[in-house]
């Protein structure tokens, strides 16, 4: 079978070729090449290893750590690797276009004021969202009267500044009319119900008077009848 098949007589003549070879190197073939030997004192005409890839000027003649440090401090994903720096605008172009705020009056009451040796507090009604807070020396009010800021606090009043630096002073109202017509009204109504009163005790008087002329009318009859009956 292997003389009709032709890639069989190819495979067998390639094995004969090289055991073939290898006999005749084991007898002694290819034995006369030199040795290459290095000269240690001329090591300067030695070829160079070509570079690859240059990396750079600078990099090329340092040292292979700081150029690794160096590659370690640049961004990776960037197209120059160099660090990113944000450029800083000058106060005209921050301000450009933006019109300055509108600061409007301040529309609130102080409705409670607590002043303690550790801190003061103001409790203040915003007119505007019909809401009450507590705020400290210091703090902003909520919502559209944010420019205004609670300066001061006394027992009576207290000082918002604005960031126009305008002052605006709230009072503390104390509602004193209201009841003082409340007052006024309770000594009105006291004569009707003193009137009331009056009729209410003098018909409760008549009521007893009649149980008790009732009672001794009775006790006079039950005595006759018993008299009667003795005789």
């Known amino acids: 079978m292997i003389k009709n098949n032709l890639l069989g007589q190819i495979l067998i003549s390639a094995l004969v070729l090289f055991l073939l070879i290898s006999s005749i190197q084991m007898f002694g073939w290819g034995l006369g090449i030199d040795k290459v030997e290095i000269d240690q004192e001329n090591l300067v005409s030695l070829p160079t290893i070509p ?25 990776m994903f960037s197209v120059d690797r160099l660090p990113f720096v944000e450029e800083e605008l000058t106060d005209a172009e ?21 002043i303690t040796p550790e801190a003061s507090y103001a409790m203040i009604l915003d007119s505007l969202t019909n809401q009450r807070d507590i705020y400290k020396v210091g703090m902003p009010l909520d919502g559209e009267q944010g420019g205004w800021t609670l300066n001061s606090i ?19 109202q104390v509602f004193s009319g209201s009841m003082k017509a409340g007052k006024s009204g309770k000594n009105r109504a006291t004569p009707k119900n003193a ?6 005790r003098k018909d409760k008087k008549k009521n007893a008077d009649d149980i008790r002329k009732k009672i001794a009318e009775r006790r006079a009859q039950m005595r006759a009848e018993a008299a009667k009956k003795n005789k």
């Open 195 to 200: 009137n009331r009163n009056s009729a209410t």
């Open 94 to 114: 921050k301000g450009e276009g933006e019109p300055p705020p509108v600061i409007n009056e301040l529309k609130a009451q102080l409705t409670g004021v607590v």
């Open 154 to 172: 006394e027992s009576r009043k207290v000082v918002f500044v604005s960031d126009e630096n305008k002052t605006e002073e709230l009072d503390l």
């Open 51 to 75: 570079k690859g890839m240059q990396i750079g000027e600078d990099s090329s003649a340092g040292d292979s750590k700081q150029m690794l440090v160096k590659i370690g401090a640049r961004p």
